[in-house]
């Protein structure tokens, strides 16, 4: 299914009355923002208040990941567009689901923005405009201008680290190499529509892009903690995280394809 | 070995023989699957039936005593079957993975979701 749209995209051209969530979106629309969620009903109605009041002509698409809350209704009663799995696949799967529905609905650029309030939605103008300069993949870093939440000290060490691994095996200095906060342009679409990790993917998927030779940047970002929820990384899952993001890190720089195919 | 040990073994791995095959009789076990099975049970009775071929396999290896060479060589085996396991347990997860998405895409295109306020209502008091 994904791939068979890619025809459209030479209508898509920005309509400037279309506001977001409009129903065609096949022809006016070329930004979607894509928002994972999993238990996020308290977050969520705040987070699309904020979109609101975003300036910039975007769709907004939910995945929920089989949530056990109202995360759907929530959504339904927001007007925005859901895509509900029924059956739990993890954060990674929920952004590919993403991806794939961009690809298919000929979006120009994506971007991620997590569902727990952590990112505001007032950067996506600024992302927008890095990747209309010509930059395949942007990453809202927290750690340029190291303002706003900045992670505890461990997770500090660990990012840093990450950081320091992309550079030794790319030489590519990525300041947030795990921030979820991201936009993309087409090719990067249409790679993680192919192929996505299923779990922790962020550091992963930055070197498969810079492995492609597609252009990342960064922009400076101020995260909030998290209003609601607890995050995916539990402590006993640390450990795990780290060995599991390294390997796959050394993986993806040595493995290098510019077409993927998912179980064949 | 004594004689009883030897009926008791020659025994169990012809019943053992006889269940897999009665498994894929009534399609509780594929085929596919069960030749690895069939072909361990197959051997488990001609080791039953004929012990002087681990001997013979020992001195081949020449490996001392010869349960160690039945050892290594089930311990090899196992190894293998475990292994192909975990490759069709991965291919198995992509798949259904990819099988979730297009659902869950295909539902939202069938079904969208800016739906009307009464729909909306009844999906408010679905969790109560």
């Keep these: 299914m994904p791939g068979c749209h890619t025809g459209q995209r030479k209508g898509a051209q920005v309509s400037g009355a279309e506001k977001m969530h409009s129903r065609n979106t096949d022809i006016n629309s070329r930004t979607l923002i894509i928002i994972p969620a999993h238990n996020e009903e308290k977050n969520l109605p705040g987070l699309f208040r904020a979109l609101k009041n975003t300036e910039g002509d975007f769709d907004i698409i939910v995945v929920n990941d089989c949530s056990d809350d109202d995360t759907e209704s929530v959504c339904r009663a927001h007007g925005i567009k859901v895509i509900s799995l029924p059956v739990n696949i993890g954060i990674g799967g929920a952004v590919q689901t993403g991806y794939q529905y961009a690809l298919s609905h000929g979006y120009d650029i994506a971007i991620q923005l997590d569902g727990d309030g952590q990112h505001d939605p007032g950067y996506i103008p600024l992302f927008i405009k890095e990747i209309r300069e010509g930059f395949h993949l942007c990453i809202g870093s927290r750690f340029i201008r190291k303002e706003g939440f900045q992670s505890s000290r461990t997770r500090r060490i660990g990012i840093r680290f990450f950081s320091f691994l992309i550079k030794l095996l790319t030489g590519f200095e990525i300041t947030d190499p795990t921030s979820g906060y991201r936009a993309c342009s087409r090719e990067v679409i249409s790679l993680f529509a192919g192929d996505y990790p299923k779990d922790y993917p962020e550091p992963e998927t930055v070197v498969t892009v810079l492995k492609n030779r597609l252009k990342v940047t960064e922009i400076p970002v101020v995260m909030k903690a998290r209003e609601n929820g607890a995050s995916s990384i539990t402590r006993i899952k640390c450990l795990y995280y780290m060995v599991k993001v390294t390997i796959a890190i050394i993986i993806a720089s040595v493995s290098r394809r510019r077409v993927v195919t998912e179980c064949e | ?128």
């Design chain 2, 1 to 128: 070995m004594s004689n009883t040990l030897r009926i008791v073994l020659i025994t169990g791995s012809v019943l053992f023989f006889v269940f897999i095959i009665n498994m894929v009789r009534i399609k509780k076990l594929e085929l596919k699957y069960a030749l690895i099975w069939l072909l361990t049970g197959f051997g488990f009775v001609v080791i039953s039936v004929f012990p002087r071929t681990v001997f013979f396999l020992a001195g081949m290896l020449e490996i001392e005593v010869p349960s160690n060479a039945l050892f290594l060589c089930i311990i090899f085996l196992l190894l293998l079957m475990v292994f192909a396991l975990t490759v069709a347990v991965s291919r198995h997860a992509c798949r259904i993975k990819k099988l979730i998405q297009e659902l869950g895409l295909l539902k939202a295109e069938v079904n969208p979701s800016e739906c009307a306020p009464a729909d909306r209502k009844k999906d408010q008091n679905l969790p109560e």
